[in-house]
DNA sequence: CGAATCTTTGAACTGAGTCAATTAAAGTGG
DNA sequence: CCACTTTAATTGACTCAGTTCAAAGATTCG
């Protein structure tokens, strides 16, 4: 499977049911009826709004090639960076509800994506049902991300939110067959800061710590991971209690602090704190 | 259109497609057809679990009646409140991404659900095309939700947080037909913390200033409105610039703190903060 | 009525926000 | 291609909102 180019679908501006099943991992259910589907396609350069917050929701955009993030501007003005999108996911999702777009989508690079009008999906859907599982399956992992994304947000460190949000962006570049080891933030630190909800001075600071910690390497938009297994371990530190051990606890009352991270990293033992937090613990 | 009881739904333990539309809000596109399409209810009992987290998704349960909050619990055990349910809501969309749920739902209180299964379910929307727009309703809906909670624990203080979060619960309730004023919360104050990324201690404290501010009364879980407009106004306020307004400024630099919520509570004018917060002003 | 849970309140500590100032990078125009 | 402007990123110092820890009420439930 050509991860680069979609056969014929670049040089003519359009691809088929089939492409939009590769690119969101559902490969498996290409066939020759899929293939009859055509879809135009539609170049976006840095920038540019693929959707606009309130304008009526007409169409879904399966991207082909780069990235984009999901604005939302409140009435005061306000910007929040809902999420980043890039292959595999969608745009537009968020108007089914009331038929309006809830945000921009812009692009944070050149990129491509597939004009689907909802309207002739869904007929499309009717001949090809692995075109309606594919509708489902982009709204499931729509939510499933946001999930994930209230997970960054919730009640961890900064450090920790960062981490979390590096490996959660590697593992979806990984998952398109790229690299699990380097990438390159299209976005910038403050895209990152609203969309994890801190100062974008603490996403510039929890990169450093975490590269002075051997985690990572920073060289100013491209990271390296350089110690994936260490990075996985300081993601799920919290402030609060690990799991209430079944056998009751004994521990010390230590707060998993900078300096204990870093300890994380060296010796790769350490008992986090176990006050209470505010994530309960399991029962 | 009935609120407490749907016909002959709750004495035969089904309803039809015809209540499922209306719970949902699409009324209007109740027909015959949708009347003949029938869905076992279940009733629910406090605590008990719809969805188990990791279980395979075969069915969506459309809420009738009661409160639900659908938990995350995470390899480490940490707990995290995804969201809370009620009738208009759908449990078990983010099954639809990979075919496990991903998350427990609870019932808050004694409930009940219809429950779809989702293959017959698609079924029924081929031939019932109102059924087919509702599940792509009830997808959009939850995103948008997902993306409210965002906005609510995105760069706020506490208090906001708090204000943000009863606002949408309370005119959630009024979607239903319930009162704008009055509710009670279904769910500890533990959970809303969770929810909302703060300490549980934190929820405690700030439903009490927003009460000394004279926003609202707390009677245990009983929650009244007493100033809407003034809450309104009050979960605009961040902790960064309002807007850039559009002939440049030149107010004083002050953050908005706890004093000048209260003031806001008398005078209703207050120039918040206006430093640069992490949450972009609109350019 | 007692056990368990939930909620509130207090006190102290600290992580991260704010403000400020410097450096680096990316555009722009001549 | 190089000055010049503008935007992005880093770093430091200071302050406070919110977490943590502790402990006392209030409710609920068996």
């Known amino acids: 499977m050509d991860t680069r180019m979609d056969g014929a679908a670049m040089q003519s ?13 559902m490969a498996h259910e290409v066939g020759p009826r899929s293939d009859q589907i055509v879809f135009p396609m539609r170049r976006v350069r840095v920038g540019t709004l693929v959707t606009h917050e309130g304008a009526p929701f007409e169409s879904l955009y399966f991207i082909s090639a780069g990235t984009f993030k999901s604005v939302h501007t409140d009435p005061d003005g306000y910007e929040l960076v809902q999420g980043f999108l890039a292959r595999g996911d969608v745009i537009g999702l968020d ?17 491509t994506v597939a004009i689907a009008a909802f309207r002739e999906l869904l007929n499309a859907a009717r001949q090809v049902p692995a075109l309606e599982q594919l509708i489902f399956l982009a709204s499931g992992r729509e939510i499933r991300r946001k999930n994930m994304t209230l997970e960054v947000m919730a009640a961890v460190g900064a450090e920790v939110r960062l981490a979390r949000f590096l490996l959660q962006l590697i593992a979806r570049q990984a998952e398109q067959g790229y690299s699990a080891r380097r990438m390159v933030l299209r976005m910038s630190r403050r895209d990152i800061a609203s969309h994890l909800g801190i100062a974008h001075e603490t996403v510039s600071r929890s990169l450093t710590a975490l590269a002075d910690w051997g985690y990572i390497d920073v060289q100013h938009r491209e990271i390296e991971i350089l110690d994936a297994e260490g990075l996985e371990r300081f993601k799920r530190v919290t402030r609060g209690p690990a ?40 029962v």
Chains 1, 2 share one sequence.
């Open 95 to 111: 108007g089914l509800s009331d038929g309006v777009y809830g945000g921009d989508a812009v692009a944070l690079e050149d990129a």
């Open 243 to 282: 799991i209430k051990p079944p056998g009751g606890r004994g521990g010390a009352t230590r707060r998993a602090r900078a300096q204990d991270m870093a300890r994380l990293a060296d010796d790769g033992e350490v008992h986090h704190g176990n006050g209470y937090g505010h994530l309960s613990p399991g």
């Open 13 to 25: 501006a359009r691809c088929t049911g089939s492409d939009l099943l590769r690119w969101m991992g």
